[in-house]
């Protein structure tokens, strides 16, 4: 099974301010990596697929990078909404996997 | 509109079942690949179990292989998740989403709670 790690667990960060957060996979992944972002009570919604490919209707301040298995997600400027947890996810091999989350706090 | 709707959760005691549907709209639900993910309370997300399109290729999780049956009805434009031997460990939010490149679609989950 491949493992993924996401760094910082948790982030504290103001609005307006550049966000980055890391997945890295136990092997290689190719491209094959999502990131999710979850608000409490709500189901996740898709950011990045493949790694750098916005999802519809996300905003140009999100994007994906990486490749193999290391991989970030940069967020260039806080908005209230984007105070949640993150999820990382591959889909290179069975069991697809999640990893543990990152929590993006207001400072 | 895309819609997912999961029903069938509840309280289970363990080492009971529980049958778990999406109802799916808003798409031609035999054009897609399903998934079943899971949320235990306060924790991260746990894939499941995934079907292709028209069923013949299925996946699950080390975690319900052997306890877990997916399922699709695609003239029914229905997902199903057949659960046994249910553990305290299987207690969470249960979401079907839509797709393999990316969950764009979800639904809003269902709760499982196995508990004597």
């Known amino acids: 099974e491949i493992v993924l790690t996401q760094s910082p667990a948790t982030l504290s960060l103001s609005p307006g301010e550049r966000a980055t957060l890391s997945c890295r996979a136990s092997q290689s992944v190719s491209t094959y990596l999502a990131w999710y972002r979850q608000k409490p009570g709500q189901a996740p919604r898709l950011l990045i697929y493949?790694?750098?490919y916005r999802a519809t209707g996300i905003p140009a301040r999100f994007s994906g990078s990486g490749s193999g298995t290391d991989f970030t997600l940069t967020i260039s400027s806080l908005e209230p909404e984007d105070f949640a947890v993150y999820y990382c996810?591959?889909?290179?091999?069975?069991?697809?996997?999640f990893g543990p989350g990152t929590r993006l706090d207001i400072k | 509109e895309v819609q997912l709707v999961e029903s069938g959760g509840g309280l289970v005691q363990p080492g009971g079942s529980l049958r778990l549907s999406c109802e799916a709209s808003g798409f031609i639900f035999s054009s897609y690949e399903m998934n079943w993910v899971r949320q235990a309370p306060g924790k991260g997300l746990e894939w499941v179990s995934y079907?292709?399109?028209?069923?013949?290729?299925?996946y699950y999780a080390d975690s319900v292989k052997g306890r877990f049956t997916i399922s699709r009805d695609n003239a029914k434009n229905s997902l199903y998740l057949q659960m046994t031997s249910l553990r305290a460990e299987d207690t969470a939010v249960y979401f079907c989403?839509?797709?393999?490149?990316?969950?764009?679609?979800w639904g809003q989950g269902t709760l499982v709670t196995v508990s004597s």
């Open positions: 989403a839509r797709g393999m490149t990316g969950y764009y679609y």
């Open positions: 493949d790694a750098s």
């Open positions: 996810q591959q889909r290179s091999k069975w069991p697809l996997t």
């Open positions: 079907i292709s399109s028209s069923g013949t290729t299925i």
